[in-house]
């Protein structure tokens, strides 16, 4: 019996059992660079706050690879013609769109990886393990990119009402036990449909789309840019650099070869080749939180201390507000940790920062949502005269945070 076809099911806590569709994708959530996911938090420091938020990529890749099999077969029900193929390139594009993912998400993508963002590295998964599988995930590939003669299979990985969103909301919502988040993602893809190639949803599930937009504005504010969950991230972006600029000067730092390599390189968008790919393939959570145990004994009193707070979650206090932090409170904060500690100011600024954050549930300039009305005709959905409170969700809210020592380090 061929291996691929003994394991049919997976038991998933959020949808029950997820089958696997076919044997190639089989083989790919067995390849090392999907395992990988295991070890890749989905909502990186958030579990200092949440404490039930140790879900992981893997999981939200194997969801949304579910909901894509749910919206596949509304669709059909619709006469919408998928083949075969498209179908199993569907599957592939929504299993790896995460797959470039660093550890702790976003933190790498600042740091020690520059001008790389996780699409970029995903799409470099993609095209090397096509190559491994002799061609088999070709139009997979070109869905992912968006270069697929069909608008609306691009629309369903990536866009504003994608699958990758209906799974993670309803996903981190679960974990982190916020409720607010909890989308009825089998209601929004049974209102899905197809007009002129583009995804479209049909009247009368007008509301269940406020109740997501909603819900992805509270995540947001509520989970994703949560003061404590934003220190901590942007303590780690800091600790990184720190490490990389220490190693850069000839500093020895311990860590696993695959973060030694990052570290002692610049890595960019130039030169990210086969070869850094399969040392990024090796890297995970595991070894960032490994070496920041070991670098808070460190004799650099900047990466010894960034790396302790967050060992610790004895984190720096964060004050969030809707105008800027006038620089003059900033410097005089960077001078007092500069005196005090005998730091220059550079160095003192990774302790005293502030920052922007911005949330904006919905887009509508952007491809925005199009709702097929009861009389055949199609509109944007803040257009529609009675759902004025998208017209407040579309709006982006910009706030301002500082970010210093609660008292002395």
Request: hydrophobic content about 40%; some cysteine; overall charge positive.
């Amino acid at each position: 019996m061929d291996k691929a076809r003994k394991l049919t099911l997976l038991n998933d806590p959020i949808y029950g059992f997820i089958t696997i569709p076919d044997p190639l994708i089989f083989r790919l959530i067995q390849h090392p660079y999907f395992q990988r996911l295991r070890r890749i938090s989905q909502m990186g420091l958030s579990y200092l706050v949440f404490p039930g938020a140790h879900h992981t990529r893997f999981h939200h890749a194997l969801g949304s690879m579910y909901l894509m099999q749910k919206a596949i077969r509304i669709l059909r029900f619709k006469d919408i013609e998928i083949s075969d193929k498209e179908e199993l390139a569907l599957y592939i594009a929504i299993l790896l769109h995460d797959i470039g993912h660093g550890p702790f998400s976003h933190a790498m993508e600042s740091s020690i990886v520059e001008g790389l963002n996780h699409e970029a590295i995903s799409g470099h998964f993609m095209n090397a393990l096509n190559d491994e599988f002799n061609g088999e995930l070709t139009m997979a590939i070109s869905i992912f990119k968006g270069e697929y003669k069909r608008k609306f299979f691009f629309q369903l990985i990536s866009g504003q009402l994608d699958l990758d969103r209906a799974d993670y909301l309803k996903r981190d919502s679960f974990y982190s036990g916020v409720p607010e988040g909890n989308v009825n993602s089998e209601r929004l893809i049974s209102m899905l449909n197809v007009y002129n190639d583009e995804l479209v949803v049909e009247e009368k599930g007008i509301y269940s789309i406020e109740k997501f937009l909603t819900a992805r504005r509270l995540m947001y504010w509520q989970v994703y840019l949560h003061k404590t969950s934003l220190v901590a991230e942007q303590l780690m972006i800091r600790a990184l650099k720190r490490a990389k600029l220490l190693v850069k000067s000839g500093v020895y730092l311990s860590g696993s070869k695959a973060l030694q390599y990052f570290l002692k390189n610049d890595t960019d968008a130039r030169n990210f080749d086969g070869s850094a790919l399969e040392i990024y393939a090796k890297l995970d959570d595991y070894d960032i939180i490994s070496a920041l145990k070991d670098w808070q004994y460190q004799d650099d009193f900047v990466l010894k201390e960034l790396s302790r707070m967050i060992i610790n979650r004895d984190l720096l206090k964060i004050k969030i507000k809707s105008k800027k932090f006038k620089s003059e409170k900033i410097q005089s904060h960077i001078l007092s940790i500069s005196e005090q500690f005998s730091l220059t100011k550079e160095e003192a600024s990774n302790f005293v920062f502030q920052g922007e954050i911005s949330n904006q549930a919905y887009e509508s300039k952007n491809d925005g949502i199009q709702i097929l009305m009861e009389n055949g005709k199609v509109c944007e959905i803040t257009k529609i005269a009675n759902h004025l409170n998208l017209k407040v969700l579309a709006k982006p809210v910009t706030m301002f945070y500082m970010c210093h020592p609660k008292s002395k380090l």
